[in-house]
């Protein structure tokens, strides 16, 4: 009897047991779909990119430095003031590089005295030792007396060579007195825009004292360090585009010009040099620059947004995603390609056609109901 009685008490609980879950299922059965974003995926056009920061740099950068020694008694330019290669900028005090230079022209004209007076005892010389020769044919003069003029005729000859030497020394100290007179006129070496003046009026100078610094904005790139990682998908030539805070909305463009042999091994990155296309002037040296280099693009993509990717570490290539299958959430693996302004590029795991839900949700899960937002 006592058996019967237990018998009966578990078959009442296992059967209560088994209601409550069928009404536990029911209760999921009958649960509210979740409202998503979906997407319908299908091909696109997806551009693949490498984001860079930089510093816009001339490549006609100069500091002009004194090549003289004075007193500057003229700068007029200031800077941001226009420049032309070649224009006279400073001049130095010249009084004593004047007087110099007199003094070598006339040490030229000495120099070319005393060379054609040269000349002149040594054709004389030279004509004395030929009729020195013919007498002492007739006996009219001795062995000794020939001798003599052999020797003046050679002195006379070595006077003109010594002579010709002092005028090309005097003709080389000429130049170098003009080289140091040209020199009390500083010139811009690049046309330009005065960056910064060293020294004012009333300076004194020496070499080699920096006086200004000239830039040609013309003439721009831009140096940034690239991720190794990212080197093998860059090549020359490449379009790039970049943006600068001093023009908000403004877009700019250039072309990858030259990738550094090395990687530099304290940052395992290498430099990469892009040339600036044209600015309308608006871009200074100096400015910090950030953008993208295109380095390819696939006209038969499939892109998703990366918010709708389930990944623990940004830089994995493969996750996860949630598609709508009969109403449901449907888990899905897939493997990505390449990434560029919150998208995806997908290329593996999808296909068009399949309706993605476009935003994680700590509510879905594999199976459970989901609709789009009403």
């Known amino acids: 009897m006592r058996i019967l009685a237990a018998t009966i008490v578990v078959a009442a609980v296992i059967l209560a047991a088994c209601r409550t879950q069928e009404a536990k299922s029911n209760i999921v059965a009958e649960a509210a779909p979740v409202a998503v974003p979906l997407l319908k995926v299908e091909?696109?056009?997806?551009?693949?990119?490498?984001?860079?920061?930089?510093?816009?740099?001339?490549?006609?950068?100069?500091?002009?430095?004194?090549?003289?020694?004075?007193?500057?008694?003229?700068f007029d330019k200031e800077a941001g003031d226009p420049v032309t290669a070649g224009e006279a900028v400073v001049w130095v005090n010249d009084e004593n590089f004047q007087l110099s230079l007199r003094q070598a022209e006339t040490g030229v004209k000495v120099a070319e005295a005393g060379l054609e007076r040269a000349k002149l005892l040594d054709a004389h010389n030279r004509s004395e030792l030929e009729r020195a020769e013919n007498l002492l044919k007739s006996g009219g003069i001795t062995d000794r007396d020939l001798k003599s003029a052999q020797i003046a005729a050679l002195d006379a000859g070595a006077q003109v060579t010594m002579a010709a030497a002092q005028l090309e020394q005097a003709r080389a100290a000429l130049n170098l007195a003009r080289k140091h007179l040209r020199d009390t006129v500083i010139?811009?070496?690049?046309?330009?825009?005065?960056?910064?003046?060293?020294?004012?009026?009333?300076?004194?100078?020496?070499?080699?004292?920096?006086?200004?610094?000239?830039?040609?904005?013309?003439?721009?790139?831009?140096?940034?360090?690239?991720?190794?990682?990212?080197?093998?998908?860059?090549?020359?030539?490449?379009?790039?585009?970049?943006?600068?805070?001093?023009y908000p909305g403004a877009t700019f463009e250039g072309r990858v010009v030259e990738i550094a042999p090395a990687v530099e091994t304290e940052t395992r990155s290498a430099k990469v040099r892009i040339r600036v296309a044209g600015s309308g002037g608006k871009l200074k040296a100096g400015m910090f620059a950030e953008g993208d280099i295109l380095t390819g693009s696939n006209a038969q993509a499939i892109v998703i947004?990366?918010?709708?990717?389930?990944?623990?570490?940004?830089?994995?290539?493969?996750?996860?995603v949630f598609v709508l299958d009969n109403g449901k959430a449907s888990r899905r693996n897939v493997r990505i390609g390449r990434e560029r302004d919150g998208q995806l590029e997908i290329v593996d795991g999808l296909k068009p056609g399949d309706t993605l839900v476009a935003s994680q949700s700590i509510e879905i899960a594999e199976g459970v109901r989901i609709q789009p937002p009403r």
């Open 187 to 246: 010139q811009s070496p690049v046309s330009g825009v005065i960056q910064k003046k060293f020294v004012n009026k009333g300076a004194y100078v020496e070499a080699p004292t920096a006086v200004f610094t000239v830039v040609d904005n013309s003439r721009l790139e831009l140096e940034t360090p690239v991720a190794s990682s990212d080197l093998a998908s860059i090549r020359g030539g490449q379009p790039v585009t970049f943006r600068v805070n001093s």
């Open 305 to 320: 947004p990366s918010a709708a990717a389930y990944r623990d570490d940004r830089s994995a290539k493969s996750s996860y």
């Open 43 to 74: 091909m696109r056009t997806f551009t693949a990119t490498v984001p860079f920061t930089g510093t816009l740099v001339s490549n006609a950068w100069v500091d002009v430095k004194a090549e003289t020694i004075g007193k500057i008694t003229r």
